[in-house]
Structure formats: C-alpha cells, structure tokens
C-alpha cells in the first residue's frame, strides 16, 4: 500500500514545477527571438558522443 501511494504521488503533475518550466521557455524563447541567444542545430546535438 505504502509503495502504491508513493508510484501514484510521483505520477502526479506538479503544478508548481510546471509553471517554473513554462516561465523558462518563455523567457529562452523571448531571448532567441530577440537575437540573444543562438540555436544549436539538431544534427549537432544529437551527434555529440
């Protein structure tokens, strides 16, 4: 019973953390956008040993 209640609380969305996620996007984006931060082709991340 104990360890069934742990699984289902780390299956559960965390509202608080998701909302610090959602911020950060936005501002990553808003950066690149604006030409302050550079993209980083997939090719290359996906290629990196």
């Known amino acids: 019973m104990v360890v069934e209640r742990l ?3 780390l299956d559960e969305p965390d509202r608080y953390l998701d ?3 959602v911020g ?3 501002k ?3 950066a690149y ?3 302050n931060l550079a993209g ?3 090719e290359e ?3 990196e040993e």
């Open 40 to 42: 980083i082709p997939m």
């Open 45 to 47: 991340i996906f290629n």
């Open 24 to 26: 950060e996007t936005e």
């Open 33 to 35: 956008r604006a030409g």
């Open 28 to 30: 990553r984006l808003n």
């Open 7 to 9: 699984i289902k609380s």
């Open 19 to 21: 909302a610090i996620w």
